[in-house]
Nanobody, 121 residues
Framework: QVQLVESGGGLVQAGGSLRLSCAAS????????MGWYRQAPGKQRELVAA???????NYADSVKGRFTISRDNAKKTVDLQMNSLEPEDTAVYYC???????????????WGRGTQVTVSS
C-alpha cells in the first residue's frame, strides 16, 4: 500500500502565497507522475498541476504563471508553490500519484486525504 500525506493548507488573503507539500510512503518501487488536484464546493475535482519523474510539468490554464510544482524523487515528495492566490483558488487540494508497488510491481493511482486552502478577498 501507498500513503500520500498532504500538508501546508490554510487561510490566506488574496494576493498571498501558500506552499503545499505531499509525502509518499509505503511499499514503493517507483513513482511516475505526481500531481495536485483541487475540488471546490459544488464543483468537480480538477487537475491543478502534474509532474513526471523526469521533471516535465503541466498546469491548468487558470494557475499558469502563479503556481509551480516540484518534486524530490529521493524523498518521494511533491510540492506546490502557490503565489498570487485568488478567492477562486479556494478548494480542497489533493495529492495524487501513480506508484509501482513492491512486491507485485503493479502500478496504481493513489490519492491523499486533501488539505483545505481558503483565500479570502
Amino acid at each position: 500500500q501507498v500513503q500520500l500525506v498532504e500538508s501546508g493548507g490554510g487561510l490566506v488573503q488574496a494576493g498571498g502565497s501558500l506552499r503545499l507539500s505531499c509525502a509518499a510512503s509505503g511499499n514503493i518501487f517507483s513513482i511516475n507522475a505526481m500531481g495536485w488536484y483541487r475540488q471546490a464546493p459544488g464543483k468537480q475535482r480538477e487537475l491543478v498541476a502534474a509532474i513526471r519523474n523526469g521533471g516535465r510539468a503541466n498546469y491548468a490554464d487558470s494557475v499558469k504563471g502563479r503556481f509551480t510544482i516540484s518534486r524530490d524523487n529521493a524523498k518521494k515528495t511533491v510540492d506546490l508553490q502557490m503565489n498570487s492566490l485568488e478567492p477562486e483558488d479556494t478548494a480542497v487540494y489533493y495529492c495524487n500519484a501513480d506508484a509501482t508497488t513492491i512486491p507485485t510491481l503493479r502500478t496504481y493511482n493513489y490519492w491523499g486525504r486533501g488539505t483545505q486552502v481558503t483565500v479570502s478577498s
